[in-house]
């Protein structure tokens, strides 16, 4: 093979090795942004004072959207239903430390 060829037989090689690596992370960077996006209004939320802190939370929406910045006193019967209804999905898993939380918010 003459060194021409074998140039660019190498430089179509590494090519082709540079779109497969890219194409991995093209699909990878739109989650991180969404993980990123996520941290930042959590971090926002947690700049706020403690009583604006306890009234606020981030709302997920049914098939996992993007979180919403939502004052927990004014949303709806439908949203505070879905929420309790996620927060009980899991009670295999944190049954009992999730009532004793609940407990404890109560009953202070």
């Not at 497969?20 to 992370?25: C, F, L």
């Not at 949303?75 to 505070?80: K, L």
């Amino acid at each position: 093979m003459e060194p021409a060829n074998l140039n660019i037989l190498r430089g179509s090689k590494s090519l082709r090795g540079s779109f497969r690596a890219n194409s991995s992370s093209i699909f990878s960077r739109s989650a991180r942004d969404e993980d990123d996006e996520e941290a930042l209004k959590w971090a926002a939320l947690e700049k706020l004072p403690t009583f604006d802190r306890l009234r606020k939370g981030l709302l997920f929406g049914s098939e996992g959207d993007s979180a919403a910045e939502v004052d927990i006193n004014d949303i709806g019967h439908q949203e505070r239903k879905s929420l309790l209804e996620r927060l009980v999905k899991v009670a295999d898993e944190d049954n009992e430390k999730f009532l004793l939380k609940l407990k404890n918010r109560i009953d202070t």
